[in-house]
T-cell receptor
Framework: GENVEQHPSTLSVQEGDSAVIKCTYS??????FPWYKQELGKRPQLIID?????GEKKDQRIAVTLNKTAKHFSLHITETQPEDSAVYFC???????????FGQGTELSVKP | EAGVVQSPRYKIIEKKQPVAFWCNPI?????LYWYLQNLGQGPELLIR????????DSQLPKDRFSAERLKGVDSTLKIQPAELGDSAVYLC???????????FGPGTRLTVL
Protein backbone atom coordinates (compact mmCIF):
# COMPACT_ATOMS: atom_id res chain seq x y z
CA GLY A 1 0.00 0.00 0.00
CA GLU A 2 0.87 3.67 -0.09
CA ASN A 3 3.44 5.07 2.33
CA VAL A 4 4.10 8.79 2.82
CA GLU A 5 7.24 10.08 4.48
CA GLN A 6 7.44 13.72 5.62
CA HIS A 7 10.45 15.82 6.63
CA PRO A 8 11.42 17.61 8.74
CA SER A 9 9.41 16.75 11.84
CA THR A 10 10.05 20.20 13.31
CA LEU A 11 10.97 23.46 11.60
CA SER A 12 11.73 26.79 13.20
CA VAL A 13 12.08 29.95 11.09
CA GLN A 14 12.22 33.67 11.66
CA GLU A 15 9.24 35.76 10.64
CA GLY A 16 9.60 36.76 7.01
CA ASP A 17 11.75 33.78 6.07
CA SER A 18 10.62 30.93 3.82
CA ALA A 19 9.72 27.44 5.01
CA VAL A 20 9.89 24.24 2.96
CA ILE A 21 8.39 20.88 3.93
CA LYS A 22 9.04 17.79 1.83
CA CYS A 23 7.15 14.55 1.34
CA THR A 24 7.79 11.37 -0.60
CA TYR A 25 5.28 8.72 -1.56
CA SER A 26 5.61 5.15 -2.71
CA UNK A 27 2.58 4.34 -4.86
CA UNK A 28 2.89 5.57 -8.45
CA UNK A 29 -0.92 5.32 -8.74
CA UNK A 30 -1.35 8.22 -6.31
CA UNK A 31 -2.52 11.32 -8.14
CA UNK A 32 -3.94 13.70 -5.53
CA PHE A 33 -1.73 15.43 -2.95
CA PRO A 34 -3.30 17.75 -0.39
CA TRP A 35 -1.64 19.70 2.40
CA TYR A 36 -3.44 20.27 5.70
CA LYS A 37 -2.72 22.76 8.47
CA GLN A 38 -3.68 21.76 12.00
CA GLU A 39 -3.50 24.20 14.88
CA LEU A 40 -3.33 22.85 18.41
CA GLY A 41 -6.61 21.22 19.39
CA LYS A 42 -8.27 22.13 16.10
CA ARG A 43 -9.35 20.22 13.01
CA PRO A 44 -7.05 19.70 10.00
CA GLN A 45 -7.83 22.29 7.31
CA LEU A 46 -6.89 22.05 3.66
CA ILE A 47 -4.53 24.84 2.60
CA ILE A 48 -3.57 23.72 -0.89
CA ASP A 49 -3.68 20.61 -3.06
CA UNK A 50 -2.21 19.45 -6.34
CA UNK A 51 -3.11 16.79 -8.84
CA UNK A 52 -0.64 14.73 -10.80
CA UNK A 53 -1.36 16.48 -14.08
CA UNK A 54 0.39 19.66 -12.92
CA GLY A 55 3.86 20.29 -11.52
CA GLU A 56 3.26 23.41 -9.45
CA LYS A 57 0.42 25.35 -7.90
CA LYS A 58 0.48 28.67 -6.05
CA ASP A 59 -1.95 30.45 -3.78
CA GLN A 60 -0.61 33.75 -2.47
CA ARG A 61 2.24 32.88 -0.06
CA ILE A 62 1.80 29.13 -0.42
CA ALA A 63 3.00 26.92 -3.24
CA VAL A 64 3.24 23.20 -3.82
CA THR A 65 5.51 21.42 -6.28
CA LEU A 66 5.21 17.85 -7.50
CA ASN A 67 7.84 15.63 -9.10
CA LYS A 68 6.05 12.49 -10.28
CA THR A 69 9.21 10.82 -11.51
CA ALA A 70 10.91 11.12 -8.14
CA LYS A 71 7.63 10.67 -6.26
CA HIS A 72 8.03 13.68 -4.06
CA PHE A 73 6.14 16.88 -3.43
CA SER A 74 6.91 19.93 -1.36
CA LEU A 75 5.14 22.77 0.40
CA HIS A 76 6.68 26.23 0.21
CA ILE A 77 5.57 29.07 2.46
CA THR A 78 7.08 32.48 1.76
CA GLU A 79 7.13 35.55 3.99
CA THR A 80 6.18 33.46 7.00
CA GLN A 81 4.09 35.02 9.76
CA PRO A 82 3.59 33.94 13.40
CA GLU A 83 0.06 32.78 12.53
CA ASP A 84 1.59 30.22 10.16
CA SER A 85 2.80 28.34 13.25
CA ALA A 86 1.00 24.97 13.29
CA VAL A 87 1.46 21.33 12.35
CA TYR A 88 1.39 20.70 8.61
CA PHE A 89 0.48 17.32 7.13
CA CYS A 90 0.99 16.14 3.59
CA UNK A 91 -1.14 13.33 2.19
CA UNK A 92 -1.54 11.21 -0.91
CA UNK A 93 -4.51 9.52 -2.49
CA UNK A 94 -5.14 7.37 -5.51
CA UNK A 95 -8.28 9.40 -6.16
CA UNK A 96 -10.21 6.27 -6.97
CA UNK A 97 -10.77 5.35 -3.38
CA UNK A 98 -10.49 8.73 -1.78
CA UNK A 99 -8.45 7.25 1.07
CA UNK A 100 -5.82 9.72 2.23
CA UNK A 101 -2.49 8.43 3.52
CA PHE A 102 -0.94 11.11 5.73
CA GLY A 103 2.65 11.93 6.49
CA GLN A 104 3.87 12.17 10.06
CA GLY A 105 3.49 15.95 10.24
CA THR A 106 5.82 18.93 10.53
CA GLU A 107 5.58 21.28 13.47
CA LEU A 108 6.35 24.74 12.08
CA SER A 109 7.27 27.51 14.49
CA VAL A 110 7.58 31.07 13.18
CA LYS A 111 9.42 33.30 15.61
CA PRO A 112 8.56 37.01 15.56
CA GLU B 1 -22.96 26.26 5.23
CA ALA B 2 -22.32 24.27 8.39
CA GLY B 3 -19.18 22.20 8.52
CA VAL B 4 -18.79 18.63 9.72
CA VAL B 5 -20.25 18.31 13.19
CA GLN B 6 -19.04 15.82 15.77
CA SER B 7 -20.11 15.04 19.30
CA PRO B 8 -19.08 14.75 21.98
CA ARG B 9 -15.94 16.88 21.76
CA TYR B 10 -14.38 15.19 24.76
CA LYS B 11 -15.02 11.86 26.43
CA ILE B 12 -13.36 10.28 29.44
CA ILE B 13 -14.19 6.66 30.27
CA GLU B 14 -12.72 3.78 32.19
CA LYS B 15 -11.28 0.83 30.31
CA LYS B 16 -13.71 -1.91 29.33
CA GLN B 17 -16.55 0.62 29.07
CA PRO B 18 -18.36 1.23 25.77
CA VAL B 19 -18.24 4.59 23.99
CA ALA B 20 -19.89 6.04 20.91
CA PHE B 21 -19.06 8.99 18.67
CA TRP B 22 -21.46 10.76 16.34
CA CYS B 23 -20.80 12.60 13.09
CA ASN B 24 -23.00 14.74 10.85
CA PRO B 25 -21.27 15.42 7.51
CA ILE B 26 -21.67 18.45 5.30
CA UNK B 27 -25.05 18.43 3.59
CA UNK B 28 -24.88 16.70 0.24
CA UNK B 29 -21.58 14.93 0.89
CA UNK B 30 -22.07 11.27 0.15
CA UNK B 31 -18.63 10.09 1.29
CA LEU B 32 -17.90 9.94 5.00
CA TYR B 33 -14.64 8.95 6.68
CA TRP B 34 -13.63 8.09 10.23
CA TYR B 35 -9.96 8.69 11.06
CA LEU B 36 -7.95 8.00 14.19
CA GLN B 37 -5.28 10.52 15.15
CA ASN B 38 -2.76 9.64 17.82
CA LEU B 39 -0.82 12.42 19.50
CA GLY B 40 1.90 13.78 17.25
CA GLN B 41 0.86 11.72 14.23
CA GLY B 42 -1.16 12.09 11.09
CA PRO B 43 -4.73 10.81 10.83
CA GLU B 44 -5.20 7.15 9.88
CA LEU B 45 -8.31 5.94 8.10
CA LEU B 46 -10.56 3.56 10.03
CA ILE B 47 -13.52 3.30 7.67
CA ARG B 48 -14.95 5.01 4.59
CA UNK B 49 -18.60 5.12 3.55
CA UNK B 50 -20.08 5.81 0.16
CA UNK B 51 -23.64 6.70 1.10
CA UNK B 52 -24.67 3.94 3.51
CA UNK B 53 -22.16 1.36 2.25
CA UNK B 54 -18.85 0.77 4.01
CA UNK B 55 -16.45 0.51 1.06
CA UNK B 56 -13.17 0.42 3.00
CA ASP B 57 -13.05 -0.91 6.55
CA SER B 58 -9.77 -2.79 6.27
CA GLN B 59 -8.16 -0.75 9.08
CA LEU B 60 -11.08 -1.02 11.50
CA PRO B 61 -10.36 -3.38 14.45
CA LYS B 62 -13.57 -5.29 14.10
CA ASP B 63 -13.27 -7.19 17.36
CA ARG B 64 -14.08 -4.03 19.31
CA PHE B 65 -14.93 -1.28 16.81
CA SER B 66 -18.14 -0.94 14.82
CA ALA B 67 -19.66 1.80 12.70
CA GLU B 68 -22.89 2.50 10.93
CA ARG B 69 -24.38 5.04 8.56
CA LEU B 70 -27.92 3.78 8.28
CA LYS B 71 -29.54 6.48 6.13
CA GLY B 72 -26.41 7.58 4.33
CA VAL B 73 -26.13 10.81 6.32
CA ASP B 74 -25.14 10.70 10.01
CA SER B 75 -22.71 8.12 11.24
CA THR B 76 -21.84 6.55 14.57
CA LEU B 77 -18.55 4.92 15.56
CA LYS B 78 -18.58 2.64 18.58
CA ILE B 79 -15.91 1.00 20.69
CA GLN B 80 -16.82 -1.86 23.00
CA PRO B 81 -14.95 -2.51 25.20
CA ALA B 82 -12.51 0.40 25.20
CA GLU B 83 -8.83 -0.21 25.96
CA LEU B 84 -6.16 2.15 27.24
CA GLY B 85 -4.56 2.26 23.80
CA ASP B 86 -7.74 3.64 22.26
CA SER B 87 -7.04 7.06 23.77
CA ALA B 88 -6.78 9.36 20.74
CA VAL B 89 -8.70 11.90 18.70
CA TYR B 90 -11.38 10.44 16.43
CA LEU B 91 -11.91 12.60 13.37
CA CYS B 92 -14.82 12.47 10.97
CA UNK B 93 -14.50 13.89 7.46
CA UNK B 94 -16.74 14.13 4.43
CA UNK B 95 -16.38 14.84 0.72
CA UNK B 96 -18.60 15.19 -2.32
CA UNK B 97 -18.58 13.23 -5.56
CA UNK B 98 -17.39 16.34 -7.38
CA UNK B 99 -14.22 17.02 -5.44
CA UNK B 100 -11.39 15.19 -3.71
CA UNK B 101 -11.29 17.67 -0.83
CA UNK B 102 -12.06 16.14 2.52
CA UNK B 103 -13.53 18.45 5.16
CA PHE B 104 -12.77 17.47 8.73
CA GLY B 105 -14.84 17.83 11.85
CA PRO B 106 -13.37 19.09 15.15
CA GLY B 107 -12.86 15.55 16.41
CA THR B 108 -13.69 13.74 19.62
CA ARG B 109 -10.83 13.45 22.09
CA LEU B 110 -11.16 10.13 23.89
CA THR B 111 -9.31 9.41 27.12
CA VAL B 112 -9.47 5.86 28.46
CA LEU B 113 -8.41 5.52 32.12
Amino acid sequence: GENVEQHPSTLSVQEGDSAVIKCTYSDSASNYFPWYKQELGKRPQLIIDIRSNVGEKKDQRIAVTLNKTAKHFSLHITETQPEDSAVYFCAASDNQGGKLIFGQGTELSVKP
Amino acid sequence: EAGVVQSPRYKIIEKKQPVAFWCNPISGHNTLYWYLQNLGQGPELLIRYENEEAVDDSQLPKDRFSAERLKGVDSTLKIQPAELGDSAVYLCASSSVWDNEQFFGPGTRLTVL
